[in-house]
């Protein structure tokens, strides 16, 4: 059983106890993103998963009173405890959150850093990482072992470097065990709030929603035929050209990762100003050509040969309707057919070139099996007036335009949520 699926069966258990109720699919994304992110960077077996531990929780709990409430009203859910290695990244991840938001981030940092709550959760990575590279060590003493997670390959590739090298390898490093936190950090936030977007998006356009059903149920005529969920090997080979353009366009409108930012190493010059060595240059993806009108026409005269070469090979949005959750702008008609066109417009979550995300064909391929198995077994509602708003506490991920991190209250279906 995939953890998609797990995260599918989740909330069907909390749409059966919420009777109707509005309830929060954050912490579900959450969860399972921080399962998804583990299971790359070590072995993790489903049994040990915060999300089934959730899911074992709600499937042991009979019903939830929600009479004394209205129905607009969301439902609150009991938590299953989260393992002590995987809190602890949770807590070193959250502790960011305050250092990112204050006046004196250095200073907030190192008082933090003090508190006996966040030793604790220090010398519990250390731990676990410390651990999780001894079983390493181990798989790999006969050399026969297949890497089967991302610190198993960067095991081997030291093992491959040492023997080059003519020296015995050093896997105790600072720098593997940081590669590795790192890794976690970075893979966890970002999917979980793109995902939980991708449902505020969807509840919100219900004719979006409605179209990507029907294209995904039309790409998986064996599992309708034999009435069941396609399964993660058969969403990962699926070419459905609407759900590669739904995918594209809930990441432009997450604005998930608003800028990329890139140290100029030489004096240099940007369109006709003058960078000095040093300068810290931010990229903005998240205004203007992205999410709303050009400013203006940058002059050619400013424009280096190179920057010239490249005008073109990238479309723009048409600006009337580019701050719109349109997933059809990444859709292009050939031989009379939908194709999905990455190049219809500029992107930079990603990043580009030699620096840009190694992580993001995992990012794609998490988001695309959520969203099948969701929409496979929910229909997203409208959410109460309450809840549809756009203001979140802030989080790591920043959007450096509204503070557009979406807390999304999914309404299911009172009666059955499941379509299956």
């Not at 070590?42 to 040990?48: I, T, W």
């Not at 508190?115 to 990482?129: Q, S, V």
């Not at 015995?168 to 970075?186: C, Q, V």
């Not at 790591?396 to 279906?413: A, E, G, K, Q, V």
Request: aromatic share 8%; glycine share 6%; with cysteine.
């Amino acid at each position: 059983m995939n953890r998609s699926r797990l995260l599918s069966i989740s909330g069907t258990e909390k749409s059966r106890l919420a009777n109707g109720h509005p309830f929060s699919a954050l912490d579900d994304f959450y969860k399972a993103a921080l399962d998804a992110i583990w299971a790359v960077t070590f072995p993790l077996d489903l049994k040990d998963s915060v999300v089934n531990a959730q899911r074992n929780l709600l499937s042991g709990t009979a019903s939830i009173d929600t009479s004394s409430t209205d129905i607009d009203e969301p439902t609150s859910f009991p938590e299953a405890p989260i393992p002590d290695a995987q809190n602890s990244i949770l807590t070193l991840t959250e502790s960011l959150e305050s250092v990112m938001i204050s006046p004196t981030p250095k200073l907030t940092f190192w008082l933090i850093s003090k508190l006996p709550y966040m030793r604790k959760a220090r010398a519990a990575k250390e731990t676990m990482i410390a651990t999780e590279l001894e079983k390493a060590k181990a798989r790999f003493s006969d050399r026969k072992e297949t890497a089967r997670c991302a610190m198993d390959d960067i095991l081997r590739r030291e093992l491959i470097s040492a023997e080059k090298e003519g020296r015995e390898p050093n896997y105790n490093t600072r720098t593997i065990s940081d590669e590795l936190f790192g890794l976690l950090i970075a893979g966890h936030d970002t999917t979980s709030t793109t995902a939980t977007w991708g449902l505020k998006l969807l509840s919100d356009n219900q004719g979006v929603q409605k179209k990507l059903r029907g294209a995904i149920r039309g790409g998986f005529p064996t599992a309708i035929a034999e009435s069941r969920r396609p399964t993660a090997e058969e969403i990962s080979k699926a070419h459905i050209p609407y759900l590669d353009a739904t995918q594209e366009e809930i990441i432009r409108k997450s604005m998930t990762a608003g800028a990329i930012t890139r140290q100029a190493m030489v004096d240099t010059v940007i369109l006709g100003h003058h960078i000095p060595k040093g300068t810290n240059v931010f990229l903005m993806g998240n205004g203007p050509e992205f999410i709303e009108p050009p400013i203006g026409e940058v002059p050619e005269d400013r424009r280096s040969k190179s920057c010239r070469d490249a005008k073109g090979r990238i479309s723009s949005w048409d600006p009337s309707d580019s701050n719109l959750f349109k997933p059809e702008r990444w859709i292009t008609i050939e031989d009379g057919k939908e194709t999905f066109d990455s190049t219809s417009g500029p992107l930079l979550t990603f990043g580009l070139g030699p620096r840009g995300c190694f992580g993001r064909r995992m990012a794609y391929l998490e988001l695309k099996i959520a969203l099948v198995l969701l929409l496979w077994n929910f229909e997203l509602q409208n959410v109460p007036v309450l809840f549809a708003t756009l203001e979140l506490p802030i989080g790591i991920i920043l959007s450096l335009r509204y503070n557009d991190i979406i807390f999304i209250f999914i309404h299911i279906f009172a009666k059955a949520s499941s379509l299956s």
